[in-house]
């Protein structure tokens, strides 16, 4: 009689791991990345002409452009991020798996991932950024990214936690590593995050710990150029700057870099030394570049793709969104701007391409219609860059931002839920969501973090020492 073991006993190695995926005939579009460049090109394929196979290491798309409220206790995660199988859920030809991808064969049209290798007709990379740390080291492992619903809610619980740490301490040096946030990087999302630390505290926290004196409270942020959000207008910079330093008492720091970090003390390259035990990391994002392509095709840390977002030596292999570098639109000589509407767009028209490409009809090229650029600043505060040279801030703005940010929210119940959350924090002058639902152990983090690069660097040099040897047997 055979012995059948128990499942609770087997172990990943035991495990017959496999993508699962019929063959229905159909030519395959495999798209690694389930984010607004991914979603919109699903949304314009002629599905019936096509199997759509969409990778991703979670199974849901995340709102990135709000990822701060949630760090900020504003919004809950499930405000920003909704499950990538229900936007699909109609669709009998898409197919949805949830993995890691670790390289790609462009020769035998292979994507190797955790779960197996999937072949394809179509490749499409849409994997979106990661955070730029610029080669310091010890400030990747130590500072806090703001990149993905697990690094908000990391990031929240720590603020929430540092609060109740410091109501029960009698040292005055400890209060202050706990209540000072260093922020580095004057773009949108610094801006936009500065300004919810400064509502925290004028409105909320000082009703939540009335023990503590919020003078203490210190809110930096720091940014390497002349102004803040360079991407945007110079006014706008200007406006944004006054509004977090008379409104919100954040210390801005122009002109200025982060030299170093060891978890209690910022060092920046005037030589000045902030105490904090939280640095959060906003001051630049890097493509996420898969091992296996044509290192040719990467420039800049984006790969190049032409007109119609193919990758540059490749027929069948395309990039969208902030991944991807167009260098063919002379509006934009240094590619277009790593942002959600260009994603979105760029998603659209590939989709459309695509079927026309299916059919044996011509393509259309990219072409970037700039609705302008928006930034919040806090309560009643924004401002705005649109076209025709239109530059606006304020209330309106504000109110602008909202209604955009509205609309591109994937799901109806999304769009109700953060509208029901920022009407009632608005006429409360409260923020519902101040809740350490998991612990966060920043010093358990740190080690994790740094066991994590070192598997990272393991797993590369492997992958580069594979690819090497395939090269000398050819």
Same mark, same amino acid.
């Given at each position: 009689?055979?012995?059948?073991?128990?499942?609770?006993?087997?172990?990943?190695?035991?495990?017959?791991?496999?993508?699962?995926?019929?063959?229905?005939?159909?030519?395959?579009?495999?798209?690694?990345?389930?984010?607004?460049?991914?979603?919109?090109?699903?949304?314009?394929?002629?599905?019936?002409?096509?199997?759509?196979?969409?990778?991703?290491?979670?199974?849901?798309?995340?709102?990135?452009?709000?990822?701060?409220?949630?760090?900020?206790?504003?919004?809950?995660?499930?405000?920003?991020?909704?499950?990538?199988?229900?936007?699909?859920?109609?669709?009998?030809?898409?197919?949805?798996?949830?993995?890691?991808?670790?390289?790609?064969?462009?020769?035998?049209?292979?994507?190797?991932?955790?779960?197996?290798?999937?072949?394809?007709?179509?490749?499409?990379?849409?994997?979106?950024?990661?955070?730029?740390?610029?080669?310091?080291?010890?400030?990747?492992?130590?500072?806090?990214?703001?990149?993905?619903?697990?690094?908000?809610?990391?990031?929240?619980?720590?603020?929430?936690?540092?609060?109740?740490?410091?109501v029960t301490s009698n040292s005055e040096e400890e209060i202050d590593r706990l209540?000072?946030?260093?922020?580095?990087?004057?773009?949108?999302?610094?801006?936009?995050?500065?300004?919810?630390?400064?509502?925290?505290?004028?409105?909320?926290?000082?009703?939540?710990?009335?023990?503590?004196?919020?003078?203490?409270?210190?809110?930096?942020?720091?940014?390497?150029?002349?102004?803040?959000?360079?991407?945007?207008?110079?006014?706008?910079?200007?406006?944004?700057?006054?509004?977090?330093?008379?409104?919100?008492?954040?210390?801005?720091?122009?002109?200025?870099?982060?030299?170093?970090?060891?978890?209690?003390?910022?060092?920046?390259?005037?030589?000045?030394?902030?105490?904090?035990?939280?640095?959060?990391?906003?001051? !630049?994002?890097?493509?996420? %570049?898969? #091992?296996?392509?044509?290192?040719?095709? +990467?420039?800049?840390?984006?790969? @190049?793709?032409? =007109?119609?977002?193919?990758?540059?030596?490749?027929?069948?292999?395309?990039?969208?969104?902030?991944?991807?570098?167009?260098?063919?639109?002379?509006?934009?000589?240094?590619?277009?701007?790593?942002?959600?509407?260009?994603?979105?767009?760029?998603?659209?028209?590939?989709?459309?391409?695509?079927?026309?490409?299916?059919?044996?009809?011509?393509?259309?090229?990219?072409?970037?219609?700039?609705?302008?650029?928006?930034?919040?600043?806090?309560?009643?505060?924004?401002?705005?860059?649109?076209?025709?040279?239109?530059?606006?801030?304020?209330?309106?703005?504000?109110?602008?931002?909202?209604?955009?940010?509205?609309?591109?929210?994937?799901?109806?119940?999304?769009?109700?839920?953060?509208?029901?959350?920022?009407?009632?924090?608005?006429?409360?002058?409260?923020? !519902?969501?101040?809740?350490? %639902?998991? #612990?966060?152990?920043?010093?358990?983090? +740190?080690?994790?973090?740094?066991? @994590?690069?070192? =598997?990272?660097?393991?797993?590369?040099?492997?992958?580069?020492?594979?690819?090497?040897?395939?090269?000398?047997?050819?």
């Open positions: 009689m055979a012995i059948v073991e128990h499942p609770i006993n087997y172990t990943l190695a035991k495990r017959n791991l496999s993508t699962q995926l019929p063959d229905i005939g159909k030519p395959r579009i495999v798209i690694i990345g389930g984010g607004f460049a991914g979603i919109q090109m699903v949304k314009n394929l002629k599905m019936k002409d096509f199997q759509v196979v969409m990778l991703d290491r979670h199974n849901y798309h995340t709102f990135q452009p709000l990822l701060y409220q949630v760090a900020t206790a504003g919004l809950e995660p499930d405000s920003i991020a909704g499950p990538l199988r229900k936007i699909f859920d109609d669709e009998k030809n898409f197919f949805f798996r949830m993995a890691r991808v670790e390289r790609i064969d462009a020769e035998q049209q292979q994507v190797y991932t955790n779960i197996g290798e999937i072949h394809y007709d179509y490749l499409i990379v849409a994997a979106g950024t990661q955070t730029n740390y610029f080669g310091n080291e010890r400030i990747q492992k130590l500072a806090f990214p703001l990149k993905q619903v697990p690094q908000a809610l990391n990031l929240r619980s720590h603020i929430l936690q540092n609060f109740e740490k410091a209540t000072n946030f260093v922020i580095v990087g004057g773009g949108p999302t610094g801006v936009e995050l500065a300004g919810a630390l400064g509502e925290l505290k004028k409105y909320v926290l000082p009703r939540d710990y009335p023990e503590l004196d919020f003078k203490v409270m210190k809110v930096y942020l720091v940014e390497g150029v002349d102004r803040l959000l360079p991407t945007m207008s110079e006014k706008a910079g200007q406006r944004a700057e006054q509004d977090l330093a008379k409104r919100f008492d954040t210390i801005v720091k122009l002109n200025t870099m982060v030299e170093d970090y060891d978890g209690y003390e910022v060092t920046l390259n005037d030589g000045e030394k902030l105490i904090s035990e939280t640095l959060i990391w906003a001051a !630049g994002v890097q493509g996420v %570049i898969i #091992p296996g392509l044509d290192k040719a095709t +990467v420039e800049k840390g984006r790969y @190049e793709v032409d =007109e119609i977002n193919r990758m540059k030596g490749y027929d069948n292999v395309f990039a969208v969104g902030d991944v991807s570098a167009m260098y063919t639109d002379e509006e934009y000589p240094k590619g277009h701007p790593q942002v959600a509407p260009v994603a979105m767009q760029q998603g659209e028209q590939l989709g459309k391409n695509l079927s026309r490409l299916i059919r044996g009809k011509e393509t259309k090229p990219f072409s970037y219609f700039n609705k302008g650029y928006m930034a919040t600043i806090g309560r009643n505060r924004a401002v705005a860059d649109l076209p025709g040279n239109i530059k606006f801030g304020g209330w309106f703005a504000w109110l602008s931002w909202m209604f955009v940010h509205l609309l591109f929210l994937v799901s109806f119940r999304q769009k109700i839920i953060t509208l029901g959350n920022w009407v009632w924090n608005y006429f409360t002058y409260d923020r !519902g969501t101040r809740l350490i %639902i998991r #612990p966060f152990n920043y010093r358990r983090a +740190v080690d994790e973090r740094k066991d @994590e690069l070192e =598997e990272e660097d393991h797993r590369n040099d492997e992958q580069n020492e594979t690819h090497a040897v395939s090269q000398e047997d050819e």
